[in-house]
Protein backbone atom coordinates (compact mmCIF):
# COMPACT_ATOMS: atom_id res chain seq x y z
CA UNK A 1 0.00 0.00 0.00
CA UNK A 2 2.87 2.21 0.92
CA UNK A 3 4.08 3.72 -2.76
CA UNK A 4 7.23 4.66 -1.36
CA UNK A 5 10.46 3.55 0.16
CA UNK A 6 10.28 1.55 3.22
CA UNK A 7 9.34 3.86 6.28
CA UNK A 8 7.28 6.39 3.94
CA UNK A 9 3.84 7.50 4.89
CA UNK A 10 0.42 7.43 2.00
CA UNK A 11 -2.11 10.35 2.46
CA UNK A 12 -5.00 8.38 4.36
CA UNK A 13 -7.28 11.49 2.54
CA UNK A 14 -7.49 12.90 -1.10
CA UNK A 15 -5.40 15.78 -1.57
CA UNK A 16 -4.00 18.32 -3.83
CA UNK A 17 -0.08 17.65 -4.87
CA UNK A 18 1.98 20.52 -3.56
CA UNK A 19 4.05 19.82 -6.94
CA UNK A 20 1.66 20.23 -9.84
CA UNK A 21 -1.85 20.95 -8.06
CA UNK A 22 -3.21 18.12 -9.42
CA UNK A 23 -5.62 15.64 -7.25
CA UNK A 24 -3.96 13.10 -5.49
CA UNK A 25 -6.24 10.31 -4.76
CA UNK A 26 -6.39 8.69 -0.63
CA UNK A 27 -3.27 6.28 -0.50
CA UNK A 28 -1.19 6.90 -3.83
CA UNK A 29 0.86 9.75 -2.78
CA UNK A 30 3.67 10.23 -0.34
CA UNK A 31 3.27 12.83 2.88
CA UNK A 32 6.18 15.06 3.19
CA UNK A 33 6.54 17.75 5.88
CA UNK A 34 7.33 21.17 4.93
CA UNK A 35 7.56 23.76 6.86
CA UNK A 36 4.17 24.55 7.63
CA UNK A 37 2.97 21.12 8.29
CA UNK A 38 2.44 17.67 6.17
CA UNK A 39 2.56 17.90 2.23
CA UNK A 40 1.28 15.67 -0.18
CA UNK A 41 2.81 14.82 -3.31
CA UNK A 42 2.60 12.68 -6.19
CA UNK A 43 5.14 9.93 -5.92
CA UNK A 44 6.89 11.29 -8.86
CA UNK A 45 6.79 14.90 -7.85
CA UNK A 46 7.49 14.17 -4.22
CA UNK A 47 11.08 16.00 -3.44
CA UNK A 48 14.04 13.74 -2.11
CA UNK A 49 13.93 13.42 2.25
CA UNK A 50 16.53 16.28 2.72
CA UNK A 51 17.09 19.82 3.55
CA UNK A 52 16.04 22.48 0.98
CA UNK A 53 18.75 22.49 -1.51
CA UNK A 54 21.29 25.24 -0.94
CA UNK A 55 22.10 28.60 -2.49
CA UNK A 56 24.77 31.05 -3.40
CA UNK A 57 23.76 33.71 -1.61
CA UNK A 58 25.53 36.26 1.43
CA UNK A 59 25.40 35.85 4.84
CA UNK A 60 27.29 35.55 8.43
CA UNK A 61 27.80 31.57 7.33
CA UNK A 62 30.67 32.92 5.08
CA UNK A 63 32.12 35.08 8.10
CA UNK A 64 35.29 33.38 9.63
CA UNK A 65 33.62 31.05 12.26
CA UNK A 66 35.32 29.33 15.19
CA UNK A 67 33.69 26.01 16.63
CA UNK A 68 34.07 24.81 20.18
CA UNK A 69 33.44 21.38 21.47
CA UNK A 70 34.22 19.64 24.55
CA UNK A 71 33.89 16.21 26.13
CA UNK A 72 33.04 15.70 29.85
CA UNK A 73 32.77 13.55 33.24
CA UNK A 74 29.10 14.46 32.64
CA UNK A 75 26.25 16.99 32.43
CA UNK A 76 25.71 18.09 35.81
CA UNK A 77 27.23 21.88 34.59
CA UNK A 78 28.79 22.78 38.17
CA UNK A 79 30.31 19.21 38.79
CA UNK A 80 31.32 17.71 35.95
CA UNK A 81 34.81 18.18 34.44
CA UNK A 82 36.12 18.98 31.34
CA UNK A 83 38.36 16.33 29.49
CA UNK A 84 38.66 17.39 26.61
CA UNK A 85 38.40 20.26 23.93
CA UNK A 86 38.61 20.72 20.17
CA UNK A 87 38.35 23.89 18.40
CA UNK A 88 37.60 24.17 14.57
CA UNK A 89 38.10 27.43 12.34
CA UNK A 90 36.27 28.13 9.12
CA UNK A 91 39.98 29.67 8.26
CA UNK A 92 41.37 26.26 8.45
CA UNK A 93 42.82 25.43 11.64
CA UNK A 94 42.23 23.52 14.45
CA UNK A 95 43.12 22.69 18.03
CA UNK A 96 42.50 20.37 20.00
CA UNK A 97 42.97 19.62 24.12
CA UNK A 98 43.33 16.25 26.22
CA UNK A 99 42.31 17.21 29.56
CA UNK A 100 44.29 15.22 32.87
CA UNK A 101 40.85 15.40 35.49
CA UNK A 102 42.28 12.79 37.28
CA UNK A 103 43.24 14.51 39.99
CA UNK A 104 39.91 15.92 40.99
CA UNK A 105 37.50 13.20 39.93
CA UNK A 106 40.06 10.59 41.24
CA UNK A 107 40.04 8.33 38.13
CA UNK A 108 42.98 7.58 36.58
CA UNK A 109 43.57 9.78 33.59
CA UNK A 110 42.89 6.91 30.92
CA UNK A 111 39.33 6.52 32.56
CA UNK A 112 35.97 6.87 29.97
CA UNK A 113 34.62 10.24 30.60
CA UNK A 114 31.26 9.07 31.80
CA UNK A 115 29.16 10.88 28.83
CA UNK A 116 29.35 13.46 25.80
CA UNK A 117 26.64 15.87 25.93
CA UNK A 118 26.36 17.56 22.68
CA UNK A 119 24.62 13.82 21.81
CA UNK A 120 22.05 15.36 24.34
CA UNK A 121 19.24 17.79 23.30
CA UNK A 122 16.98 19.98 25.38
CA UNK A 123 13.58 19.43 25.39
CA UNK A 124 13.17 16.03 23.80
CA UNK A 125 11.86 15.61 27.75
CA UNK A 126 13.28 11.76 28.32
CA UNK A 127 14.86 12.78 31.92
CA UNK A 128 14.49 15.70 34.35
CA UNK A 129 16.57 17.86 33.27
CA UNK A 130 15.35 17.82 29.11
CA UNK A 131 18.24 16.38 28.23
CA UNK A 132 18.05 12.99 25.80
CA UNK A 133 20.97 10.38 26.00
CA UNK A 134 21.07 9.03 22.18
CA UNK A 135 23.62 6.84 21.45
CA UNK A 136 25.23 5.99 18.19
CA UNK A 137 24.90 2.18 17.83
CA UNK A 138 28.18 0.59 17.22
CA UNK A 139 30.03 4.19 17.14
CA UNK A 140 32.90 4.82 19.35
CA UNK A 141 31.08 6.95 21.32
CA UNK A 142 33.30 7.48 24.28
CA UNK A 143 37.26 8.12 23.30
CA UNK A 144 38.93 7.96 26.40
CA UNK A 145 41.20 11.10 26.91
CA UNK A 146 44.01 11.50 24.70
CA UNK A 147 42.50 9.30 22.08
CA UNK A 148 41.62 10.59 18.87
CA UNK A 149 40.58 8.76 16.05
CA UNK A 150 42.91 7.05 13.64
CA UNK A 151 44.97 8.80 11.74
CA UNK A 152 45.30 12.04 14.12
CA UNK A 153 48.28 12.55 16.89
CA UNK A 154 46.58 12.25 20.15
CA UNK A 155 46.74 15.55 21.62
CA UNK A 156 49.13 15.90 24.88
CA UNK A 157 47.00 15.62 28.57
CA UNK A 158 47.64 18.87 29.97
CA UNK A 159 46.83 19.93 33.47
CA UNK A 160 43.24 21.50 33.47
CA UNK A 161 43.92 25.32 34.30
CA UNK A 162 46.46 25.54 31.09
CA UNK A 163 44.47 23.96 28.70
CA UNK A 164 41.43 25.48 29.98
CA UNK A 165 43.06 28.77 29.62
CA UNK A 166 43.92 28.16 26.14
CA UNK A 167 41.10 27.38 24.80
CA UNK A 168 39.52 30.60 26.41
CA UNK A 169 42.51 32.99 25.15
CA UNK A 170 40.92 31.88 21.75
CA UNK A 171 37.75 32.08 21.79
CA UNK A 172 37.47 35.13 23.96
CA UNK A 173 39.80 36.69 21.10
CA UNK A 174 36.63 35.29 18.40
CA UNK A 175 34.39 36.85 20.25
CA UNK A 176 36.22 40.11 20.84
CA UNK A 177 36.62 40.35 16.63
CA UNK A 178 32.56 40.12 16.94
CA UNK A 179 33.12 37.17 14.80
CA UNK A 180 30.24 34.03 15.54
CA UNK A 181 31.65 31.24 17.98
CA UNK A 182 29.62 28.32 17.34
CA UNK A 183 28.60 25.26 20.19
CA UNK A 184 26.18 22.92 19.23
CA UNK A 185 23.95 22.63 22.29
CA UNK A 186 25.54 25.56 23.82
CA UNK A 187 23.84 25.54 26.90
CA UNK A 188 26.23 22.64 28.02
CA UNK A 189 29.52 23.65 26.93
CA UNK A 190 29.27 27.24 27.73
CA UNK A 191 27.70 26.36 31.50
CA UNK A 192 30.70 23.74 32.13
CA UNK A 193 33.75 26.07 30.71
CA UNK A 194 32.39 29.18 32.92
CA UNK A 195 32.15 26.89 35.83
CA UNK A 196 35.40 24.61 35.23
CA UNK A 197 37.13 28.47 34.82
CA UNK A 198 36.37 29.67 37.72
CA UNK A 199 37.27 26.50 39.20
CA UNK A 200 40.77 26.71 38.22
CA UNK A 201 41.08 30.68 38.97
CA UNK A 202 40.92 31.27 35.61
CA UNK A 203 38.58 34.14 34.28
CA UNK A 204 35.61 33.30 32.50
CA UNK A 205 34.54 34.19 29.11
CA UNK A 206 32.51 37.30 31.12
CA UNK A 207 35.53 39.13 32.20
CA UNK A 208 37.63 38.22 29.28
CA UNK A 209 34.81 39.48 26.62
CA UNK A 210 33.42 42.52 28.53
CA UNK A 211 30.89 43.50 25.35
CA UNK A 212 29.40 40.13 26.05
CA UNK A 213 30.08 36.28 25.38
CA UNK A 214 28.70 36.88 21.60
CA UNK A 215 27.71 36.57 19.33
CA UNK A 216 26.91 32.28 19.47
CA UNK A 217 25.58 30.35 16.95
CA UNK A 218 24.02 27.06 18.04
CA UNK A 219 23.70 24.77 15.17
CA UNK A 220 21.03 23.24 17.23
CA UNK A 221 18.56 26.31 17.96
CA UNK A 222 18.84 26.73 14.19
CA UNK A 223 17.83 23.42 12.87
CA UNK A 224 14.82 23.26 15.38
CA UNK A 225 13.70 26.78 14.28
CA UNK A 226 13.98 26.21 10.43
CA UNK A 227 12.28 22.27 10.32
CA UNK A 228 9.89 22.51 13.41
CA UNK A 229 8.18 19.63 12.32
CA UNK A 230 10.61 17.18 11.01
CA UNK A 231 10.43 13.79 12.55
CA UNK A 232 13.26 12.19 14.18
CA UNK A 233 16.09 12.46 16.83
CA UNK A 234 18.09 15.68 16.66
CA UNK A 235 21.40 14.74 17.85
CA UNK A 236 24.44 16.05 16.03
CA UNK A 237 24.56 12.63 14.36
CA UNK A 238 21.41 12.89 13.17
CA UNK A 239 21.17 16.35 12.04
CA UNK A 240 24.77 16.32 10.19
CA UNK A 241 23.40 12.86 8.56
CA UNK A 242 20.22 15.08 7.49
CA UNK A 243 22.64 17.39 5.47
CA UNK A 244 24.77 15.29 4.57
CA UNK A 245 27.44 16.30 6.38
CA UNK A 246 29.90 14.07 7.27
CA UNK A 247 30.94 13.14 11.23
CA UNK A 248 32.65 10.13 11.28
CA UNK A 249 33.51 10.01 15.24
CA UNK A 250 30.58 11.00 17.26
CA UNK A 251 31.90 12.03 20.75
CA UNK A 252 35.22 12.63 19.71
CA UNK A 253 35.48 16.96 20.26
CA UNK A 254 37.35 17.10 16.88
CA UNK A 255 35.16 15.44 15.37
CA UNK A 256 31.82 17.08 16.68
CA UNK A 257 33.17 20.92 16.24
CA UNK A 258 33.63 20.21 12.89
CA UNK A 259 30.35 18.25 12.40
CA UNK A 260 28.99 21.30 14.47
CA UNK A 261 31.12 23.87 12.18
CA UNK A 262 29.71 22.28 8.63
CA UNK A 263 26.01 22.73 10.12
CA UNK A 264 26.43 26.54 10.84
CA UNK A 265 27.47 27.07 6.86
CA UNK A 266 24.96 24.15 5.63
CA UNK A 267 22.00 25.68 7.28
CA UNK A 268 21.79 28.89 6.74
CA UNK A 269 22.82 27.88 2.97
CA UNK A 270 19.33 26.61 3.14
CA UNK A 271 17.37 29.12 4.44
CA UNK A 272 18.72 32.77 3.09
CA UNK A 273 16.46 34.65 5.76
CA UNK A 274 18.66 33.06 8.64
CA UNK A 275 21.15 34.34 6.33
CA UNK A 276 20.31 37.46 6.18
CA UNK A 277 20.64 38.29 9.67
CA UNK A 278 23.34 40.47 11.13
CA UNK A 279 24.95 38.40 13.85
CA UNK A 280 24.44 40.39 16.79
CA UNK A 281 20.07 39.77 16.15
CA UNK A 282 21.34 36.15 14.86
CA UNK A 283 22.08 35.45 18.52
CA UNK A 284 19.74 37.51 19.87
CA UNK A 285 17.07 35.74 17.92
CA UNK A 286 18.04 32.39 19.28
CA UNK A 287 17.67 33.34 22.53
CA UNK A 288 13.73 33.55 21.19
CA UNK A 289 14.03 30.67 19.30
CA UNK A 290 15.56 28.84 22.30
CA UNK A 291 12.90 29.93 24.70
CA UNK A 292 9.94 28.73 22.47
CA UNK A 293 12.04 25.56 21.58
CA UNK A 294 12.26 24.45 25.53
CA UNK A 295 8.73 26.55 26.69
CA UNK A 296 7.52 22.73 28.23
CA UNK A 297 11.04 22.40 29.64
CA UNK A 298 11.34 24.53 32.96
CA UNK A 299 14.22 22.92 34.01
CA UNK A 300 15.97 23.08 30.43
CA UNK A 301 19.53 25.35 31.37
CA UNK A 302 19.38 29.07 29.47
CA UNK A 303 20.66 29.66 26.24
CA UNK A 304 23.81 30.56 24.95
CA UNK A 305 24.93 29.89 29.10
CA UNK A 306 24.79 29.92 32.90
CA UNK A 307 27.08 31.93 34.70
CA UNK A 308 27.08 28.90 38.12
CA UNK A 309 29.16 28.91 40.35
CA UNK A 310 31.83 25.50 40.17
CA UNK A 311 30.47 22.88 42.72
CA UNK A 312 32.73 20.18 45.03
CA UNK A 313 33.57 16.95 42.55
CA UNK A 314 31.19 14.60 43.43
CA UNK A 315 31.02 11.21 41.34
CA UNK A 316 28.21 10.71 39.32
CA UNK A 317 24.88 9.52 40.56
CA UNK A 318 24.40 5.63 39.79
CA UNK A 319 22.01 5.02 37.06
CA UNK A 320 20.43 2.33 38.34
CA UNK A 321 19.12 4.66 41.24
CA UNK A 322 18.66 7.50 38.95
ZN1 LIG B 1 1.91 16.13 -8.70
Known sequence: MTPGA??????????????????????????????????????????????????????????????????????????????????????????????????????????????HAPEREPGSGTTGQGLDAEHEPGGPAHPRPGAAPAGRPLPPVLPPARALDEVAVLVADHLAAGELLVVWFAPYVLTTLHAELLRHGLAPLTARVPAGVAPVCDPLVLDRHTDRYRPGPRSLHAVAAWYGIPHPHPGDPASDATAALALAQAIPASYPPLARLSRPALHTEQILWYAEQTARHPDAPAWPFEELSPQAWEPPPDPEEA
Open 6 to 115: AGERANEYDATCAHCGAPVPAGTGLLRHAAKGWEVYHPEHAPAPGPPPPTDHPGWHHRPLLSLDITTTGHRFAVDRITGAALRASEGWEREWAVDASGVTGSVPDAEPAD
